[in-house]
Structure formats: C-alpha cells, structure tokens
C-alpha cells in the first residue's frame, strides 16, 4: 500500500508533492460541483527572509567568503564582492558581468572611481543603507551617476538641496549642471534667484565667469529689493579684478535695468562711478535711465518699452503672514493675514469653531490644516482644513486625528503631517502621529523619551526636532532637544539648550533652527538661540525686544518673524523680526488687529482673492 505522503517526479523531471489515500482517489473519480463560498488562498510570506539573506551576504563579503570579483580603484583599495548580487542591483555591473570582458574575471580595476564612494556603494548595495554627509556628497553623487544607482543620486541631491545656502548655492548649482541633475538645478536656480541680495555678498559670487553674471542677472525673476543691489553687485564684480574685467562692463550693464532705480541714485551715485566714466556704452545706459525718468513724470505714454525698463517678476505668487485662531483671551475662531507689500493685516476666512492651542501645516498644494488644540472647553483631536485654490475658501473638516493634543507640536516633512506631544486634558503626552496626505490617514509613531506639551517642532535636514516643553509627569519646563529620523522610525537625542524652555516658538531660516522665548515656570523669556546641525550646539543669539512664550515663528525671504504670544500677563499683537545678517531685531511696525497667544502661523501664497 502507497504511503499517504510521497514524493513523486513530473513528466518535465521536477517534484512534486502529493497527498493520497484511497479515499481521495475515490472522490477524485467523481465529478466534483464547484464551491461557490471556496477561499482564495494565498502564498506564505516572510517580510524578513531578504533582509536577514543579505545581512549574512554582507557577513560573507566582508570575510571574503564565497566572493567571484575583487574592484580596485586607482590608489590601490580593493573592494570585495559577489558578482550576481552586484549585477542584480547596478545596471552598471549587469553590463560589466554580462557583456562584456569582466565577465570572466575575478579582478577588475575601475579608474577615476573615488575609493571611499566605492566602499560606501558597496556597503548600500548589500544594506540598503548610506549615510550622505558634507564630507563625501560630492565623490558619492559622481559615483553613484557612474554606478547607475539612482536611490543613492536622489539622496544625494535631496542632501545638497537640502543644504543650500547663500554661501554655497551656486557652487551646488555648478555641481548638479556637471552631473546632469535636473531636479536639483532647477531647485537651486530658484534658490539663488529669491536669495540674491545674499548670495551676491559671498564669495562664490565674485568667482563667476562674465557668462555667469550675465545670465544671472538678466533673470526677469530674480527677488531684489531694487534695482541698485543688480548694479552695485556688478561694480562689485568687476572691482574684484578690474584689469581682466572691465572690458566686460559694457555687456554686463546691458542687463542692469537702470530706469528702474531711483533717480538719486542715478545722480549720486551711478554717474559719479569711476569705471563708468570712460565708457560710452555705459554712459548711454545713463542717459536711457535719466529720459525715463523725465517721460515718466511729463510724458508717461511715450516711454520707449526695453528689457531695462520691464519690472523683475519673481516666479509665484507673492507671500503673506497666516494668523489662525489662538487665546484672546479665550479660543477665539477668527482669522487675520499680513501682506508684506502694503504693510497691511486684513481679516481671512474665518474658522468654523473656536480653536487655539493648536498646530498649523501648510502643504504644497495650497491647503492649511489647523490640527487638534482647544475649543474652549475641551482637548480636541479634530482637523479643519482650507482650501486656498478655491475660489470661495472656507474651513472644513478633515480627518480627525487618533489622538486629542493640545499645545502639541505640527511640522510638514515629505508630504506628511506629524502632530508631536501636546496635552489630552489629562496628561502631557510622549506620542506622537503622522497624517499621509495621499492615503488619508494618521498613524502612530514611536514615542518621543519624554512627555511633551507645549512643544516646539522644526525641521532640518528631513529630520523633526522636538524642543523643550513641559513635562507634566516631573512638573518641569524641559531644555532637552530630540530628533525623528524618519527612516527608522526612532528618536534621538540632540544637545540640550543652554535654558529651560517652554512654550518656545520654534523657526528654520537658511538650515538654522531657532528656540524663541518661551518661559520657565513664572520667568517669561526674551531669549532666543540658534542650533545648527554642523555643529550640534545650541548658540545664543540677540534677545527679542519683548518677553515671549506661545508665540508664532515663521521663516520668510531671509528673516525670521515672531508673531503675537503673551508676556505672561497680557497676550500681543506685535510682531517682531530678526536678521540673520545683522543678528538685529526689529518691531513690525504694524501689528496684528488683536492680541494673541496659541495661535497658529504660516507663510502662505497670497491667494488672488484675498483682495488688498
């Protein structure tokens, strides 16, 4: 008699395994009616099988076990490896294994390959891990563009976009245009245009070629205060080597639209410049400047129409300041927004509830979510949104999140929302959760070590930092730092501030994070320090004019703004604003139509209904 269970081979010479008794044999002979409610079933799956294959994989490269090639670069480093995992993952190596002479080959040099990209590209394609740092992005990207690994391109332009500045924009720029990356180009092309009056301060600037300066400074779309910071960056330029230089002067003051200086300036200063005086060219772009100046005030229909006298028209629509909700002195629902250009706070769409407390995030499409806060007389996890495309933009809900918070913590990184800390009415939270705007969904996240109401949020670098806060469990007001590496789902962390700090507003300007005010039990601050991630400390910086917590920061065209809070006994309406530059603070010099502590704040495009 047959076992039950055996091991027979097919007619194409496999195994197959199979179950029978005689029972079975029977039943097979007989036609068989369908089930209609029969499952479907689905394969076994083990989420972990890879990663655990290529971690042993990884084992055996570095002990040279199993390896068929050996990469040596031009200094002599070999790095081992095994060719079909190599092939499997680089089209670059798919070819060299494949196709061509290193097929049969146990040891192939690669010339103009950096050794320690090599070791670290071998290490991503064994790990599906890479650390991009300052110190190897720019040996990392060519070789990885040379490897065909577009994962390890992609971060290493995410790092570079991410780490654009005035003083290192156009060498990044420079570096994506040699390495063909386009995203990155374009990123750091606008960049370079809404920073100008910057980036044409450093160094880099003054080392442009005459092409160079002429295509920057012919952009319709450049942002400048006026038209005297285009000409004064070119006289700059030309002074740094004015003997090999100013030959090009003529070709480059083509491009400064003098007409549309001032008219003093044209007087006082342009005429009087020295290098200007012995060229003709020049001298007739003065002349142009001065008659359109005379037609405009007694003949304006007859200004002759140049590319010097069209006004710059920076790419996008201009920004203004969002003021949602807050504690005036209770949750109040009214909104107010500030428009740079006219000096003006005007009334926005109103909320339809009461809200303070809570977060605001903007997304790239034009849509404001208040999240969570207080209403008045409860903790809420509610989420109102506005739609800043329509056309009739009014509040509406969204989807709640899984948590009530108040006083917590919004910050936008790569699409998401994050809502960090805050209090349920009961206690201070350590949770924290994540809205993914494409599924429509909150989830959670791991917990922050400890809990956090009143808690400033930032993000630099694609990481969330969580800053300060109270804590409720030991009753103390926190100058711990943490950050949430996305990634790996985990939080570490970061230098603590020099003071306690809750209630602190929290700002990112140029890749520097600022703790603002905020108070330490009765003590309200008028503090403020800087963290960069180069260095990882914690630097003080100018005090604000007034004693701030629970106060608005925003980051916008170079300055940082710090709008309403309270002072500890009366909630604001001013508004103050700090320059990197100078490290000066300044009071706007219009404030907000009510005082307002808790409330949300957000750069946004202005809208074209929201009428001036």
Known sequence: ???????????????????????????????????????????????????????VLQSLRKDEVLCDIKLETDDGT??????????????????????????????????????????????????????????????LLPAANLLQLHDVQDACCDFLQSQLHPTNCLGIKAFADLHSCMELLSSSESYIQQHFSEVVE???????????????????ELTVPSEEK????????????????????????????????????????VEEEPLLKNSLQCKDFIIEALNFHLLKSEQPGTIPKTIRT???????????????????????????????????????????????????????????????????????????MLDLS??????VPSVAMLTRRGTLGVAVLENCIYAV???????????????????????????????RSSVGVGVLNNLLYAVGGYDGLSRQCLKSVECYHPSTDTWTPVAEMSVRRSGAG???????????????????????????????VWTPIADMHLCRRNAGVIALAGLLYVVGGDDGACNLSSVEVYNPNTNTWSMLSTSMNIGRSYAGVAVIEKPPHFNS
């Not at 969002?322 to 209770?330: F, M």
Request: net charge neutral.
């Open 310 to 384: 069209k006004p710059r028209q920076p790419v996008g629509l201009p920004k203004v300041i969002l003021v949602v909700g807050g504690q005036a002195p209770k949750a109040i629902r009214s909104v107010e927004w500030y428009d740079l250009e006219n000096n003006r706070w005007q009334s926005g769409p109103e909320m339809s509830t009461r809200r303070c407390r809570a977060g605001l995030a903007v997304m790239k499409d034009r849509r404001v979510y208040a999240v969570g806060g207080f209403n008045g007389s409860l903790r809420v996890r509610t989420v109102d």
């Open 506 to 536: 929290v700002g990112v300007l140029d890749g520097v994070m600022y703790a603002v005010g905020g108070h330490d039990g009765p003590e309200v601050r008028n503090s403020v320090e800087a963290y960069r991630p180069s260095t990882g």
């Open 390 to 395: 329509s056309q009739s933009p009014c509040w």
């Open 230 to 269: 285009v000409f004064e960056c070119v006289i700059c330029w030309v002074n740094n080597s004015p003997n090999t230089r100013k030959e090009y002067l003529p070709k480059l003051m083509e491009h400064v639209r003098l007409p549309l200086a001032s008219k003093d300036y044209l007087l006082k200063r």
């Open 78 to 139: 070999i790095v081992c490896g095994h060719k079909i995992i190599l092939a499997s993952t680089s089209p670059y190596f798919h070819a060299m294994f494949s196709s061509f002479g290193e097929s049969n080959k146990n040891h192939v040099i690669i010339r103009e390959l950096d050794s320690n990209a090599l070791k670290l590209l071998i290490d991503f394609i064994y790990t599906a891990q890479i650390m991009v740092t300052e110190e190897n992005v720019q040996v």
């Open 202 to 220: 450093g160094d880099e600037f003054l080392s442009l070629s005459s092409e160079q300066v002429v295509k920057l400074i012919s952009s319709d």
């Open 421 to 451: 800390g805050g209090f349920d009415g009961t206690n201070g939270l350590s949770s924290a959760e994540v809205f993914d705007c494409n599924t429509q969904e909150w989830r959670m996240i791991s917990s922050m070590s400890t809990r």
């Open 1 to 55: 008699m047959e076992s039950d269970i055996g091991i027979s081979s097919n007619l194409g010479g496999g195994l197959l395994l199979r179950y029978a008794s005689q029972n079975s044999l029977d039943e097979s002979s007989q036609k068989q009616t369908p089930r209609s409610n029969r499952t479907e079933r689905t394969p076994y799956r083990n989420n972990s099988h890879i990663v655990r294959a290529f971690e």
